[in-house]
């Protein structure tokens, strides 16, 4: 990761008034089979987690398009997620071992384009695992706050 | 109910059909949201977006007088489009899609919102954080909503037939019902013999009835019945196909012999000069190369331990019916079904690895099912419990409950069958020999059901000691092989130490070997504990994710034995539905190629699992063959040209929610 430009970032946000209560907005996509299942499990576990996450649905992670991705940036997104089943226990097979392959390359291009990479994150969450769908909230949330809103947010948007 | 916007001039309906009339309904699930979120001001400020003719705030959306409410403002405000924000759309979307659909609405046009487990249940302190963020969620919604088109669900035939994973009591259960209401069911088993755990328990709690004298009528009744087509020492392999269509790969695995001209006699294996630790017997004692499972297997064939055997073929010249076949290779047969139930049971944690108290370092420690096998008439000792060090049998007898349970080491939930278990096993052994003495040692003693608490009230009469604490140390007596347990009793405050002949391990139950591989095959679900997950804990708990595919017995957490018959019938029941009806409903959600736009590049062919991409090669273009697209939307992703789209998760849908997470604030200059 680059030093420099999360620097400039840091010190910008800062600055910035909104550190105060400031909640990041944190776009999840989430499967249908698993990790939205494990949203619900971290709901039905009553497992308390920051406000950040706005969590959109599609059936499988191999949905998941750069297109979105890159979208939910240009939008205003502090981080995006891409999350999905276990490897070995995809709905659909394999589209999960499809999904990580193509963020590998997503991966690159963001950091080509200086987005940190604690901003775009993977992780696979099963239906059943609700305690580790709030941790990983938790955790990028608290991640992203000490980096402050990301530099790709249009001016006005909240 | 309350209407928050219902003030516009209602002459104004539409006569542009495209306009989009969008009715939202924020659930207040008693106080599960409403608690929490501020369902008034989140309807107050959904009501503003455009679009938006009506919101409506309800107690339980779900219940009639909720759904009616629904109902009354779609034709009240002609609403061709409908939102409702509740709980989890995995539990209540299939309700809402009906109630629109009574309608005339097409069920597609329904949008569902998750603000409760996705939101007030997880921000429960922060109220004004939680009421934000539904209010985020829901205009995710209602832009997405704006965009959804119109689908048809497609029925499918449903092939009549059934194939039931796994003989133990539950899965004999499912085929025996299924096969008394008239359907073909396939019962696969990987053992050589039907039957599951309970052939091998000795006598079954509450009411100590011996085990296998229930159970063997139930074996011999599902070989007799002509509707079970039994697949003994058979596995699956392969899983194709979907709801009423599943085509499945068996293996059989080579007994060599052919069980058409074995008749169990059994001489085969008293030539066999092969002996090997029998697993029937936990280990105890042995079989041989070839052997009889155990005396009431179905089917009474033998089996060849080709591992074991060393191909001296005394066993070929004892059979008279000329059975033996040494170059036997496995054979495979193509089943189509409609349904699959999955009943592929459990195994017991085994203590060795950890010597959790000692087990594998001491003689004298074994688990219950070893004790269970000591106990039975047919089993190593002629039902005679001894301590393995010197055979004798023992006075003092230790039971340590909650091995592999409800410890963060091992297994974290209860396996809810042990307390039981280990009483009866007290009982027994009490029973036979009188002198002989008990102590359980336990954390708490669970007692749920029918008979069971007069069982542990039978045992404690009969003078079987409960020491509440656990075993903080387990020694040997090097000389006379005792052990020696330090134990806290919690209950007097007092450290004990005590002396049996033998102690016995109550473990727990774990997931079977291969639960892995059949979650694979059937793309289940599995839960943190290793175990397969039912599509709803309670309302559907035989159901799984996958249409036509049902879990009953100790494959989805631990049971016992009436529970597992229960589930047995409940999933033949639930198969009846679709095996009855000869039809299926599917999901219209589908990968969909815009003719113009495709290239026919092919990239997407690969990307599908199910091979539902064709390459019209006349055409030059892909084609979706409907009836295998599982609308997983993997294919879209990868298309170059944007020929394809996935319905009802379009881009156009999915973007709309990703620019509504966000909203603009004028800032102060």
Redesign the interface.
Same mark, same amino acid.
């Given at each position: 990761m680059n030093d420099s430009i999360s620097d400039g970032i840091s010190a910008e946000a800062a600055a910035a008034p909104k550190t105060d209560g400031w909640e990041p907005k944190i776009v999840a996509f989430c499967c249908n089979w698993c990790s939205y299942g494990g949203a619900d499990s971290a709901g039905m576990g009553r497992f308390q987690q920051p406000a950040s996450a706005r969590i959109i649905r599609v059936m499988c992670s191999g949905r998941i398009d750069p297109l979105h991705v890159f979208n939910a940036f240009l939008e205003g997104a502090d981080a995006v997620l891409v999350t999905g089943c276990h490897i070995g226990d995809c709905h659909y097979v394999n589209g999960n071992d499809k999904t990580k392959i193509k963020y590998k390359y997503l991966e690159n291009v963001a950091h080509e384009l200086g987005i940190e990479k604690e901003r775009l994150q993977l992780n696979w969450i099963s239906a059943s695992e609700g305690e580790k769908f709030a941790n990983f909230i938790r955790d990028v949330t608290e991640q992203i706050k000490k980096l402050g809103p990301s530099p790709l947010k249009p001016a006005g948007v909240v | 109910m309350s209407d928050i916007k219902g003030t516009e001039n209602k002459s104004t309906v539409a006569k542009d059909s495209d306009e989009k009339r969008v009715g939202v309904f924020v659930c207040e699930c008693g106080v599960n949201i409403g608690g929490v979120v501020n369902t008034k001001a989140v309807a107050e400020y959904i009501g503003t977006l455009p679009g938006v003719k009506v919101t409506s705030v309800n107690k339980f959306t779900c219940s009639d007088s909720g759904q009616a409410d629904i109902q009354s403002k779609i034709k009240e405000y002609n609403l061709n489009r409908v939102v409702v924000a509740a709980c989890?759309?995995?539990t209540h979307e299939p309700t809402f899609r009906a109630c629109i659909e009574q309608m005339g609405l097409n069920q597609y046009f329904l949008e569902f919102v998750?603000i409760?487990?996705?939101?007030s249940?997880?921000?429960?302190?922060?109220k004004e954080?939680?009421t934000?963020?539904a209010k985020? /969620?829901i205009r995710?919604g209602v832009e997405r909503s704006k965009l959804l088109e119109p689908l048809q669900a497609s029925e499918v035939p449903v092939t009549d037939k059934a194939l039931v994973v796994g003989a133990g009591v539950a899965g004999m259960q499912s085929a025996l019902d299924l096969a008394d209401m008239g359907f073909q069911v396939y019962l696969v088993e990987k053992e050589p013999s039907i039957g599951g755990r309970m052939a091998r328990f000795d006598k079954v709690f509450p009411t100590n009835d011996c085990s296998i004298c229930i159970l063997g009528p139930k074996m011999v009744e599902v070989a007799r019945n002509k509707n079970i087509k039994i697949m003994s020492y058979s596995e699956v392999k392969a899983v194709d196909g979907y709801v009423g269509n599943f085509n499945v790969k068996i293996e059989h695995k080579p007994r060599y012999l052919d069980v058409t001209k074995c008749t169990g006699c059994a001489k085969c294996s008293e030539v066999c000069p092969v002996e090997v630790p029998y697993d029937f017997n936990e280990g105890f004692g042995t079989r041989k190369a070839i052997y009889v499972p155990f005396p009431q297997a179905v089917p009474l064939r033998a089996v060849l331990d080709k591992e074991n055997c060393i191909n001296c073929k005394a066993c070929a010249k004892a059979c008279q019916s000329g059975a033996i076949n040494y170059d036997m290779q496995p054979s495979y047969t193509d089943l189509n079904v409609g349904v699959i139930i999955g009943a592929v049971g459990f195994k017991t944690y085994d203590p060795e690895p950890r010597h959790d108290f000692g087990y594998g370092l001491y003689d004298n420690i074994i688990t219950a099912m070893e004790f269970e096998r000591l106990l039975n008439a047919a089993g190593p000792t002629g039902g005679h419990v001894v301590r393995p060090s010197d055979c004798k049998e023992p006075i003092r007898v230790g039971f340590v409950n909650c091995v592999g349970s409800r410890d963060k080491a091992t297994n974290i939930y209860c396996s809810g069958v042990c307390c039981m278990y280990t009483i009866k096993n007290a009982q027994l052994l009490k029973e036979k020999r009188p002198e002989t003495d008990h102590t359980i040692m336990y954390m708490d003693i669970r007692t749920p059901f029918r008979g069971y608490e007069e069982s542990y009230n039978r045992s404690r009469n009969l003078g079987v000691k409960f020491l509440r604490g656990r075993p903080v140390e387990v020694k040997e007596d090097p000389v006379t092989k005792n052990i020696k347990v330090r134990v806290e009793d919690t209950l007097a405050g007092e450290i004990r130490n005590l002396e049996f002949d033998l102690m016995v391990l109550a473990t727990g139950i774990v997931p079977n070997e291969g639960i892995g591989q059949i979650?694979?095959l059937l793309?289940l679900?599995?839960?943190?504990d290793g175990l397969l997950?039912e599509a709803h804990p309670k309302l559907k708990p035989v159901d799984t994710?996958?249409d036509g595919v049902f879990l009953a017995g100790c494959a989805s957490g631990p049971k016992d034995i009436p529970y597992a018959v229960s589930q047995g019938s409940a999933c033949a029941s639930r198969a009846t539905i679709l095996l009855k009806n000869k039809k299926a409903i599917t999901e219209g959600?589908t990968a969909v190629v815009n003719p113009d736009v495709c290239v026919g590049c092919q990239v997407c062919i690969p990307?599908c699992?199910?091979q539902a991409i064709k390459m019209d090669e006349k055409e030059g273009r892909a084609n979706v063959v409907k009836a295998l697209c599982?609308?997983?939307?993997?294919c879209?992703?990868?298309c170059p040209t944007g020929a394809l789209e996935?319905s009802h998760?379009k881009?156009a849908q999915? /973007?709309a929610?990703?620019?509504n997470?966000?909203?603009?604030?004028?800032?102060a200059v």
């Open positions: - | 989890s759309p995995k998750n409760r487990d996705h939101c249940w997880i921000h429960m302190w922060e954080k939680a934000e963020k985020d /969620l995710m979650q694979q793309k679900s599995k839960a943190a997950m994710t996958i959600i990307m699992p199910f599982k609308g997983c939307g993997t879209v992703t990868a996935q998760f881009n999915i /973007l929610q990703v620019k997470v966000f909203r603009f604030q004028e800032v």
